[in-house]
């Protein structure tokens, strides 16, 4: 095994995640077994990749048109990163291309750790939708590269649903003049996450969203670092993040806007909210503008915040149950995030998803309950 | 059918109802009249059973059932209904998500078969039309962006939808437009006006009592029931104000 060189919460960026099982992790062996069922969404036929521990099963995989070899990344001084390596999947599209449909790749991680590598490069006008399905039990971590020429479009969508284990994904995009990039995740299994990313607006009237939902139960953690920088004029961009925790969990997002000078009449707007299921569980909302041009617009709001005691009453009153009132209504929290996602068969999935994991039997009220001083909303500006 | 002995309760530990005593049997409409913040909405909410309103004194029986005992959804199950003074709104929750939700939960708390979407959507188109609620509002989140007269009317529609043994309606009739009015008084008296069903209905209002005439009028001033009786009585209140009867 190699030594595992893993940032410490010492480093700001770092400080609320909780690496510490990953060495443990790391050493386990995978099983390599491949359960009947895997997450493939019933949409359009596009390409279709399975990668368990990390490699590719090609019975189980049709390419299209994804490359499997060298990628071209830059993992610079991040961590994780580095460690995914330089290896991977390659989607290529010459100008005006688009895949048949969805592309989609099942990440399944049958024990101990996978790295990999992904690229996405797109010519003037292409595009592609793109989902990544994570399921297992170990440490699945991975770095994409996202490239974006004149006026491509890519939908890329993260479905984290591995049952325990660890999820880490770093993302490093650039998007060209008049390009559209929307990245969305939903982190709802039991596996704790670490979500990294950089978008580089490159050209002039340039697109980014970039954000999701994240849930979170028992101890679990998940933590969201995003970037957008802005580097043209006419820019615009959105960040939109919902977490949600109960009992002792933790979800934590810090996203970053940053407006280079000459970036004028940039359109920036981050929306950070965070919903406590539990007296005992937490979450951190970080939102941090940088502006260098005086013509933008930015706007930004993080709040955290309970169940509205109001709506719950007026849902039980007429005969919704508490547990069904408050799926209900924390479904409801989410839907925002997950309605980013353009695929209409991905957004759907993806809320059925997270239905799932509402509707997950919740832990007895005894363990639900913790000393109050212990948690709560932080909101820093 | 519905049973109040000598209640008391506290909101946020300051009393409210002081011994409040009242009895509606099956079949009959009953007006509950007073000044503001005298404890009607109050009585409400305790009849509701929502957090925070603790009884400390006296029994609540709906159909010889201990309804105090009863957590909010199963007093609904039951058959009790709430219309609130100011309906709830709720984000990204449609009333047609929420109303089906609420119907199929009390069916299956009662025993009986849910409702599959389609008949349900028939139900909520008629029960909508019959109130001047559209589809197209009944598939917004509810009550939000509603008007106040809208979010009454919304009520009423709730009423037609869940069909109630029991409605407690707090002041349905403040908001509404004349021809609202008229609306809602003919889903009152169309829907609960039944040999199984009764109405407690809080208002301040004569206009609304034209409409839908009450069997019992009672004044409620400090906690308490201080005088009962026919129609007339709110005809008197109208007249002469609640600072002689409430004295
Ligand atoms: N959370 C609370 N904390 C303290 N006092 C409260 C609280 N809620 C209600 N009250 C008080 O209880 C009293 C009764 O209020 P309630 O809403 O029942 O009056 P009401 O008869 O419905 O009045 P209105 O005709 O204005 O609707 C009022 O004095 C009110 O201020
Ligand atoms: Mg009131």
């Known amino acids: ?381 | 059918m519905l049973k109040i002995e000598n209640l008391h309760a506290t909101v946020a530990d300051k009393p409210i109802l002081k011994g409040l005593s009242l009895s509606v049997n099956a079949g009959e409409i009953h007006a509950i009249m007073g000044p503001n913040g005298a404890g009607k909405s109050t009585l409400g909410y305790v009849l509701g059973g929502r957090e925070g309103y603790e009884v400390t004194q006296g029994s609540v029986s709906f159909d010889g059932k201990d309804l105090l005992e009863m957590e909010a959804d199963e007093r609904a199950a039951a058959g009790l209904f709430l219309g609130f003074q100011y309906p709830v709104e709720i984000p990204g929750v449609s009333n047609v998500q929420f109303l089906r939700t609420a119907l199929n939960a009390q069916r299956r708390a009662r025993g009986e078969a849910e409702l599959s979407a389609g008949d349900f959507l028939r139900l909520a188109r008629a029960q909508g039309d019959a109130l001047g609620v559209s589809m197209d509002m009944l598939k917004r989140p509810v009550n939000v962006g509603f008007s106040g007269g809208e979010k009454k009317r919304n009520e009423m529609v709730q009423v037609g939808i869940i069909q109630p043994r029991l409605a407690v309606l707090d002041e349905t009739d403040s908001g509404l437009d004349i021809d609202a009015l008229r609306v809602v008084a003919d889903g009152i008296n169309r829907i609960m006006r039944a040999p199984d069903k009764a109405v407690l209905l809080i208002t301040h209002y004569q206009r609304l009592l034209d409409l839908v005439v009450p069997d019992f009028v009672h004044v409620l001033a400090g906690g308490r029931i201080v005088r009962s009786g026919g129609p007339e009585l709110a005809h008197e209140l109208e007249r002469e104000g609640y600072a002689e009867i409430a004295a």
Not at chain 1, 26 to 48: F, N, T, Y
Not at chain 1, 201 to 220: I, M, N, V
Not at chain 1, 228 to 234: D, F, L, S
Not at chain 1, 340 to 356: K, Q, S
């Open chain 1, 1 to 381: 095994m190699t030594l595992l060189d893993l940032p410490s919460n010492r480093d700001e960026a770092w400080r609320w995640s909780d690496l510490s099982a990953l060495p443990e992790i790391a050493a386990r062996a995978p099983a390599g077994v491949v359960p009947e069922a895997l997450p493939w969404i019933d949409c359009a036929e596009g390409p279709r990749l399975l990668f368990v521990d990390g490699c590719l099963d090609e019975s189980r995989s049709d390419l299209g048109p994804v490359a499997i070899g060298p990628v071209e990344v830059d993992p610079e001084g991040h961590a994780l990163a580095r460690l995914a390596g330089r290896v991977g999947w390659s989607l290529r599209l010459g100008r005006d291309h688009a895949p048949s449909g969805p592309v989609q790749i099942v990440h399944l991680s049958t024990g101990g750790a996978d790295h990999l590598a992904g690229e996405i490069v797109l010519d003037e006008d292409a595009q592609a939708s793109i989902v990544e399905s994570f399921v297992g039990e170990g440490w699945s971590n991975r770095l994409t590269r996202i490239r974006l020429a004149r006026s491509a479009r890519l939908m890329l969508a993260r479905r984290v649903m591995a049952s325990v284990g660890f999820v880490s994904f770093t993302d490093r995009a650039t998007v060209g003049e008049g390009a559209s990039l929307v990245a969305t995740v939903l982190a709802a299994g039991g596996a704790d996450t670490r979500i990294d990313g950089s978008i580089l607006l490159t050209g002039e009237g340039a697109y980014a969203e970039a954000g999701g939902a994240l849930l979170a139960r028992g101890r679990q953690r998940h933590d969201a670092n995003y970037v957008v920088r802005h580097e043209a004029p006419q820019g615009t961009s959105r960040q939109l993040w919902r977490s949600v925790a109960d009992d002792r969990a933790i979800c934590s997002v810090a996203a970053r806007v940053e407006v280079a000078r000459g970036a004028q009449k940039t359109d920036g707007e981050q929306s950070l909210k965070g919903l406590l299921l539990s007296r005992s569980a937490q979450v951190n909302a970080k939102p941090e503008l940088e502006i260098f041009a005086d013509d933008v617009k930015c706007a930004h709001g993080a709040t955290v915040g309970e169940l509205n005691r109001d709506a719950l009453f007026y849902m039980a009153s007429r005969g919704v149950p508490r547990e069904e009132a408050r799926a209900l209504l924390t479904t409801a929290f989410v839907a925002d995030a997950i309605e980013r996602v353009g695929e209409e068969a991905v957004r759907e999935a993806m809320h059925a998803d997270a239905e799932a994991w509402f509707a997950k039997t919740p832990l007895p009220l005894g363990e639900r309950e913790g000393p109050a001083a212990e948690g709560g909303g932080r909101v820093r500006a």
